[in-house]
């Protein structure tokens, strides 16, 4: 779709442009597999030598209008779709990562990325040096060694809700001959388009506002076809140098800056790995994307009403979110969220543990689940559920208040939320 369309006629219209007489809403191909005349044809495929689908295990019609669609949004050149947000993370960095090399990363990320890069990355012989969100350029540019290869943050990271400076990292990582990696999912590409400060990929859990409803669990990762990666091709020997497993092909020279890092990670990766979304789940995505920036708009206005009213309650130690004038990100957010962020705010509770289970429980609208970012307003205290086998003093530590609840704004009438609110405080 022309890049002179805004964000809502790319929601609703995008990565999916029907002919005369075909489905006016993208169809599901609900196959495995693709029917060809000649091996000679199918070959070619194999070969990376004409573009078409022969497994769904590489490529499928549905998921790839989606991820059009996705690539559009971000403004990028080429997308794919992930089983989840956890293998979009995982291909991104591993397509240009290998033992030996060394990640840059934000400490402040979700906790299944945080895991994956620290633990298991780790067992695969990739270091990693974490960096504050707000550290300075100069303890930025000292996190870099000489076999660094990425360099990764979360534009508003879950659940710390820090807000990254991206221009700042994106130089950094550039200055030192890499690219930077965003993982976009909480403010989507409606609030934020991390490519237009500098980042070179950026990724998703579809899982959360992208899908909006709760329904599936997927990924995406788009390139802007902006990293030159020939340039530095003695980093990046997986793009540059040829791949014995498709007979020689160097991707960054037949594919071009444009085409090499998707291409690889499908026909490498996916082939590999086999994290693919299923097109069923595409579709529901799609379903989704198309009221996204309806949505998220929404999700704003809800959580800053919500922000503001627990930011003046005498119950409340603290409120974090980047759209209030008092949150240390707040300046970095008017930068890069001038929209607002998302519909996620963390506060604590006074009274820690007690009070956050106290407080949870007398909600009416509000559910405890595993799970932010959709339609139907959750939340979340991380010392009774996700992190309870730690301490009240581990938890300090950790920067996660006992107290603290993370709750994630749906759609629902913020008057509603808030009165749910202020009526479970009052059991506090
Ligand atoms: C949820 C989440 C992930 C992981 O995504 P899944 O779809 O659950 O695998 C990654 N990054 C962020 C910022 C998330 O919120």
């Given at each position: 779709m022309a890049v002179e369309f805004g964000q809502g006629t790319k929601c609703v219209q995008g990565g999916y442009r029907p002919g005369n007489?075909?489905?006016?809403q993208v169809p599901i191909v609900q196959s495995t597999t693709f029917k060809y005349e000649s091996s000679e044809a199918m070959g070619r495929l194999f070969d990376l030598e004409d573009s078409g689908y022969f497994y769904t295990r590489l490529q499928n019609p549905t998921n790839d209008a989606v991820a059009a669609k996705i690539a559009e949004l971000e403004g990028g050149c080429a997308a794919m779709l992930t089983s989840s947000g956890q293998a979009a993370n995982f291909f991104a960095l591993f397509n240009i990562c290998e033992c030996g090399s060394h990640i840059v990363a934000s400490s402040s990320i979700y906790g299944g990325t945080f895991n994956l890069i620290a633990v298991t990355m780790a067992k695969m012989g990739i270091e990693v040096t974490f960096v504050s969100p707000d550290c300075s350029e100069e303890e930025l540019n000292g996190a870099f060694k000489e076999n660094t290869r990425a360099v990764f943050g979360e534009t508003i990271a879950n659940p710390a809700l820090t807000v990254l400076d991206i221009e700042l990292f994106a130089k950094a990582a550039h200055a030192h001959g890499v690219p930077l990696i965003v993982d976009n999912t909480f403010p989507t590409p409606v609030n934020c388009q991390p490519i237009k400060w500098g980042a070179d990929i950026v990724t998703h859990s579809t899982t959360k506002y992208m899908d909006g409803h709760g329904a599936g669990v997927g990924g995406a990762i788009v390139d802007s076809g902006h990293f030159d990666w020939m340039a530095h091709k003695d980093k990046f020997p997986g793009l540059c140098q040829p791949d014995d497993s498709y007979h020689g092909i160097v991707y960054a020279e037949k594919f071009g800056k444009e085409g090499a890092f998707i291409t690889k990670a499908t026909s490498q990766l996916m082939r590999d790995f086999g994290s693919i979304q299923s097109p069923q789940n595409a579709f529901l995505l799609n379903m989704g994307l198309e009221s996204l920036h309806v949505r998220m708009a929404r999700h704003v206005e809800n959580g800053q009403a919500m922000a503001e009213f627990l930011e003046k309650h005498p119950k409340i130690e603290k409120v974090s979110y980047s759209g209030l004038k008092s949150d240390p990100f707040y300046e970095v957010a008017q930068k890069y969220l001038p929209q607002g962020g998302c519909g996620v705010v963390s506060f604590e509770i006074k009274g820690g543990r007690k009070a956050a289970e106290a407080f949870m429980k007398e909600l009416k609208i509000a559910a405890i689940e595993t799970h932010v970012a959709d339609a139907r307003t959750c939340c979340l205290n991380p010392a009774t559920s996700t992190h309870r086998q730690m301490t009240d003093e581990q938890l300090a530590a950790a920067g996660i208040p006992a107290g603290l609840v993370r709750l994630s704004c749906g759609l629902e009438d913020a008057a509603d939320l808030i009165a749910d609110v202020e009526n479970a405080l009052k059991a506090v």
């Open positions: 007489g075909e489905p006016r």
